[in-house]
Nanobody
C-alpha cells in the first residue's frame, strides 16, 4: 500500500491550494481519510477527517470555514481544499488512512503518506 500526497507549495496569505491524497493497493472509499499537519517542534495536528461512508466530517477549529475535505471515489482520491490561507497554516501536510475512529481518536492510522509542504508567506 502506498499513500501519496500532492498539491503543496508556496502561496501568499489569502491564497488557496488544493491538496490531493491518492492510494495504490487500497480503495480509499472503504476507509476514513484524514489530513494532518505538523510544524517542526510541535505535535501533529488533525486538520480534517472524513469517515468511511462520509457520514461524518470534522475540522480543526483553526480551519473551519476555510478548508473543505472531499472524496472522488472514481479517482480513488481525497482532497483538501484550502482557502484564505494564513501564515499559521504553514506546515507539512499528511494524508492518513484507517478505520473511522481515526477521525476522533488519537491513534489507529494504518497508512501515512510522506507529506507535502505548504508554505504561506507574503
Amino acid at each position: 500500500v502506498d499513500v501519496v500526497e500532492s498539491g503543496g507549495g508556496s502561496v501568499q496569505p489569502g491564497g488557496s491550494l488544493r491538496l490531493s491524497c491518492g492510494a495504490s493497493g487500497l480503495r480509499l472509499e472503504y476507509f476514513a481519510v484524514g489530513w494532518f499537519r505538523q510544524v517542526p517542534g510541535k505535535e501533529r495536528e488533525r486538520v480534517s477527517c472524513i469517515t468511511r461512508n462520509d457520514d461524518s466530517i470534522n475540522y480543526a477549529d483553526s480551519v473551519k470555514g476555510r478548508f473543505a475535505i472531499s472524496r472522488d471515489n472514481a479517482k480513488n482520491m481525497v482532497y483538501l481544499q484550502m482557502n484564505s490561507l494564513k501564515p499559521e497554516d504553514t506546515a507539512e501536510y499528511y494524508c492518513a488512512v484507517g478505520p473511522s475512529f481515526i477521525c476522533t481518536a488519537g491513534y489507529g492510522v494504518e497508512h501515512w503518506g510522506k507529506g507535502t509542504l505548504v508554505t504561506v508567506s507574503p
